[in-house]
């Protein structure tokens, strides 16, 4: 990684993440750099064949993560895996929860014509599941904690070609907000980062992200992109005790193209 992670910064703190996919996940990303910083982890995969990967992955960390299947669209597979962490621990500290879905027509055709099912996948698969893991993970948290999701500057303006997914983020965004609050009074952070474009396997899912990752770096304040590095080192922080008073945030990572007028 190009940064150096703190060492000891998560030393004592469990972590586990939800959307590991493979090698260029910014889950995969946000992993490495809570290992790195000392952090114990559960990964969180949703079938088999996606635990395959995760598997082949693991070697690259410093210590051998609690591995976990759970396809969040099912209530008791969430209940399952949360019963499985809390066998082997006796609290979770942190909770990412970095997952997005929606059909691919939902995402090729014009907005207007999405259909009430896609609407509702895609609603339930990349809003809703925060609030289940949320929920699921609230008991664990005793001592407090941070509850990390990722966002797109698409849930705030109509970036072409996003489409249901702008508003799934949108949702999301806001079950953020509502989240923190519930939760603030147990010591939980609920926080989101809102990362650039970035090319991995659930982006390409959008049209045109070639022209996406383009544009973004010619017109963000910086001029340049950004990488799965860069959202693991300001999850990190989210995540730490650094950011303790910090909840119900988005946390824009975009070489300021948010910020831009043009």
Known sequence: MAATVPAGLMEGKRALVFGVANKNSIAW?????????????????????LGERVRKLVPELRQQPL???????????????????????????????????????ALENPFIETTRDDFRIALDVSAYSLVALARAAR????????????TYYGAQKAVPNYNVMGVAKAALEACVRYLAADLGPQGIRVNAISAGPINTLAARGVRNLTDFIKTHAERSAM??????????????????????????????????????GV
């Not at 008073?245 to 831009?260: H, K, P, Q, R």
Request: some cysteine.
């Open 29 to 49: 990303a946000i992993a490495r750099a809570l290992d790195a910083a000392g952090a114990q982890l559960a990964i969180a995969y949703q079938n088999e064949r």
């Open 67 to 105: 591995l976990l299947e759970c396809d969040v669209s099912f209530d008791e597979q969430v209940e399952a895996a949360f019963a499985t962490v809390a066998r082997h621990w006796d609290r979770l500290d942190v909770l990412v929860h970095s997952l997005a879905y929606a059909p691919k027509e």
């Open 139 to 150: 008991p664990l948290m005793t001592a407090g904690g941070a509850i990390l999701t990722m």
């Open 223 to 260: 001029k340049r992109n950004i990488t799965q590095e860069d959202v693991a080192y300001a999850a990190l922080f989210l995540a730490s005790d650094l950011a303790a008073s910090i909840t119900g945030e988005v946390l824009f990572v975009d070489a300021g193209y948010n910020m831009m």
